[in-house]
């Protein structure tokens, strides 16, 4: 029914920069929130930052100045612009969307492929 396609992972260097992309496409009547996560190796899902629909957003603290979310709700597409990146944020980032879908007005939480993102020292 929906979609969530991720772009712009890839390897780059301690305090170097990436934009993660996700496009949310189906049968969508509107989105709430959106965010990212990551998964390291080993470890857990955890939240990296979410944004409501009006723009309000949250952060985890290790990311705290450093990344920065947005989404564009004409194309149905949250960023995630991360910067002074660290080698602790390699992960593969997973976005989320709770999609109200179009026809039965569902709330459907979907989910992105991922993309990785390694950081080297």
């Known amino acids: 029914q929906v979609q969530l396609v991720e772009s712009g992972g890839g390897l780059v260097q301690a305090g170097g920069s990436l934009r993660l992309s996700c496009a949310a496409s189906?049968?969508?009547?509107?989105?709430?929130?959106m965010g990212w996560y990551r998964q390291a190796p080993g470890k857990q899902r955890e939240l990296v930052a979410s944004?409501?629909?009006?723009?309000?957003?949250n952060y985890a603290d290790s990311v705290k100045g450093r990344f920065t979310i947005s989404r564009d709700n004409a194309k149905n597409t949250v960023y995630l612009q991360m910067n002074s990146l660290k080698p602790e944020d390699t992960a593969v980032y997973y976005c989320?969307?709770?999609?109200?879908?179009?026809?039965?007005?569902?709330?459907?939480?979907?989910w992105g492929q991922g993309t990785q993102v390694t950081v080297s020292s």
């Open positions: 989320n969307a709770h999609v109200i879908t179009a026809g039965l007005g569902s709330l459907y939480v979907s």
């Open positions: 189906g049968s969508i009547f509107s989105i709430n929130d």
């Open positions: 944004i409501t629909s009006g723009g309000s957003t």
